[in-house]
């Protein structure tokens, strides 16, 4: 069974920086596009941040230049590097990975759990 696990994230004062990061975990055959996501109380869900298994980038428009994102094909791991963090930025974020299981050719949308990121002023 294919899982995205989540870890980092925490606390972190404004104008601090915190890393995400993201293992696809199971028997994964093909390995796509990776992002993050995130959610704040009352708001919907926005892209932070997207990267295809050839390391083309996208960013969300509040987070570019202050946030990258990376990923090792090999190891199935995709990291968020947050840098000079606000307050704004406090939310739930979600990793999410479009990839093929094993025993698969059809690719499938996958969710991590969410973790929180909290930036206080």
């Known amino acids: 069974q294919v899982r995205l696990v989540e870890s980092g994230g925490g606390l972190v004062q404004a104008g601090g920086s915190l890393g995400l990061s993201c293992a696809a975990s199971?028997?994964?055959?093909?390995?796509?596009?990776m992002a993050w996501y995130r959610q704040a109380p009352g708001k919907q869900r926005e892209l932070v941040a997207h990267?295809?298994?050839?390391?083309?980038?996208n960013y969300g428009d509040s987070v570019k230049g202050r946030f990258t994102i990376s990923v090792d094909n090999a190891l199935k791991v995709a990291d968020l590097q947050m840098n000079r963090l606000k307050p704004e930025d406090t939310a739930v974020y979600y990793c999410y990975s479009i990839l093929t299981p094993v025993g698969s050719e059809i690719p499938k949308d996958y969710w991590g759990q969410g973790i929180q990121v909290t930036v206080s002023s």
């Open positions: 199971g028997s994964v055959f093909r390995l796509g596009a």
């Open positions: 990267i295809t298994s050839t390391g083309t980038t």
